[in-house]
């Protein structure tokens, strides 16, 4: 499969522990971005890199909130001492860097229920 | 700041009736327009995407949206329904060429 994978697809939590998921792109994609959907809403921006360089943060983003692309291949994103509010379903997309045209393409998303 | 109004959130149509989804965005700058469907079970998928050019674009499983500029609108539609269009449709926009602003989204339930 070539498109973009996301880990785990589940995660459970308790409240205050923290949580890091991961993202592989299609491979020949220069950027990476995060989104985070909740019940009801359509995604919303988090974060983007353009390869190994975090360009945007959204103010959603607090500061329990940190995400790498360190070789600006994969990106994690780590939440610190997780709360019941950051349960949602984070979502990862990766383009080409093309200027104004550059389409997304969605990976399966990971669903994250903190209890 | 860029925002999308979708105007229904839950559509139910029999198979064979024809489907308009509305969209409306707020930005006052040159935008590109995309309606992205998440099937039961699947992840996010584009359906079609306007860049420039013809403001009438196809897209994929004889879905189409036109952009009307004046009404900054893009709605989509598709003449004839089935039950496999059962899903959740998203429009979003990109302003600024990085990020995606995503409406609510709508949800669409067709009855065999």
């Known amino acids: 499969d070539t498109g973009v994978s996301q880990n785990p697809r589940h995660k459970i939590t308790k409240r205050g522990q923290n949580v890091t998921f991961r993202c592989d792109p299609i491979s020949e994609h220069n950027r990476l971005y995060w989104y985070r959907q909740t019940l009801g809403q359509g995604p919303e921006f988090l974060t983007y890199f353009q390869n190994e360089a975090q360009l945007e943060k959204s103010r959603l983003l607090s500061d329990r909130f940190s995400a790498e692309r360190p070789k600006g291949s994969f990106s994690t994103l780590e939440i610190q001492r997780t709360e019941q509010g950051d349960s949602a379903m984070y979502l990862c997309?990766?383009?080409?860097?093309?200027?104004?045209?550059?389409?997304?393409?969605f990976g399966p998303g990971t669903r994250l229920t903190v209890l | 700041a860029q925002s999308v109004s979708q105007h229904n959130h839950h559509v139910i149509l029999s198979e064979a009736a024809s489907l308009e989804l509305g969209c409306n965005y707020s930005?006052?700058?040159?935008?590109?327009l995309f309606w992205y469907v998440q099937y039961p079970g699947q992840h996010l998928q584009l359906l079609l995407k306007?860049?420039?050019?013809?403001?009438l674009v196809k897209g994929i499983k004889g879905f189409e949206a036109e952009f009307i500029k004046s009404k900054f609108s893009f709605n989509l539609r598709k003449p004839s329904v089935q039950w496999s269009d059962t899903a959740e449709y998203f429009c979003a926009v990109n302003g600024d060429g990085n990020k995606l602003v995503f409406g609510a989204g709508t949800i669409l339930r067709v009855k065999s």
């Open positions: 930005y006052g700058g040159t935008v590109n």
């Open positions: 997309a990766s383009s080409l860097s093309s200027g104004m045209n550059n389409e997304q393409f």
């Open positions: 306007y860049f420039s050019g013809d403001p």
